[in-house]
């Protein structure tokens, strides 16, 4: 539709106005008075045992390898897991705050404790059989040779 020259943007009355339904037209200011909302039944919270924290990873590579780096500190070597199974590398543990006793009240709770576990597809083929893994300052450093993949080769047409 063309507009001519006078016509302006719709108005706040007439913006409203195209909003509003039939019954909204026949309201009355008692009708404005909304009832507050019913609280919401509880949801029952998850456990805290039955998600276990999630390992954040930087995965990245070079000429060579496939590397695989995550920041575990605080675990011991003992308490890591890491497998590979046709490209899918788990890497799961326990991080145990080494301290058993029984807190009365907390008052801040930031750091996770407990059971955590990451698995990832790795991005490209790599040779799983000569995997390396070193766990220093913290930080667990999974290396993977990369398969070397041929180059196609060119078929000249006769």
């Known amino acids: 539709m063309a507009r001519k020259k006078d016509?302006?943007?719709?108005?706040?009355?007439?913006?409203?106005?195209?909003?509003?339904?039939?019954?909204?037209?026949?309201?009355?200011?008692?009708?404005?008075?909304?009832?507050?909302?019913?609280?919401?039944?509880?949801?029952?919270?998850?456990?805290?045992?039955?998600?276990?924290?999630?390992?954040?990873?930087?995965v990245y590579e070079t000429n060579d390898e496939l590397v695989i780096k995550a920041r575990t500190a605080g675990v011991n070597k003992d308490d890591l897991d890491v497998s590979i199974s046709e490209g899918i590398l788990t890497i799961s543990g326990t991080l145990s705050s080494g301290d058993e006793s029984e807190a009365n009240n907390w008052h801040i709770q930031e750091c996770y404790w407990g059971e955590f576990s990451r698995t990832l597809a790795l991005p490209l083929a790599v040779k799983e059989d000569e995997a390396k893994a070193a766990l220093k300052d913290g930080v667990l450093t999974i290396s993977f040779p990369k398969v070397v993949q041929e180059q196609a080769k060119k078929i000249q047409i006769m």
Not at 24 to 46: F, G, R
């Open 7 to 58: 016509d302006d943007l719709l108005i706040e009355d007439e913006l409203a106005a195209a909003f509003l339904n039939d019954d909204d037209l026949t309201q009355t200011p008692q009708d404005d008075y909304v009832q507050p909302a019913a609280q919401p039944a509880p949801l029952d919270e998850p456990e805290e045992d039955d998600f276990p924290g999630q390992l954040a990873v930087d």
